[in-house]
């Protein structure tokens, strides 16, 4: 079992940043992909950005140039940094594990953004 803990949610004004992070523990392979979802009120979960094993890093439109993720191996954790954020960000975070076709999914995070 792969469990996930997330923090660093929490409300900001319009323009401002938050880091979120995802721990991960468990029964962990060498391989695995980490991924950021967010779903907001009213709408399906989407994908956000995601980085590989081997540092592959994928990010929607909408947040290329403000988003950033990346991963710390030795501490099994993944991070999205979170830059100039907008109204439309707000919205549940959810951090993902896929390994060899598992999916592993944390409580989730809310980040709320003030106009």
């Known amino acids: 079992q792969v469990q996930l803990v997330e923090s660093g949610g929490g409300l900001v004004q319009a323009g401002g940043s938050l880091r979120l992070s995802c721990a991960a523990s468990?029964?962990?392979?060498?391989?695995?992909?980490m991924r950021w979802h967010r779903q907001a009120p009213g709408k399906q979960r989407e994908l956000v950005a995601e980085?590989?094993?081997?540092?592959?890093?994928n990010y929607v439109d909408s947040v290329k140039g403000r988003f950033s993720i990346s991963r710390d191996g030795a501490k099994n954790t993944v991070y999205l940094q979170m830059n100039s954020l907008k109204p439309e960000d707000t919205a549940v975070y959810y951090c993902?594990?896929?390994?060899?076709?598992?999916?592993?999914w944390g409580q989730g995070t809310q980040v709320t953004v003030s106009t």
């Open positions: 993902n594990l896929v390994a060899l076709g598992n999916n592993y």
């Open positions: 468990g029964r962990l392979l060498n391989t695995y992909t």
């Open positions: 980085i590989t094993s081997i540092g592959t890093r």
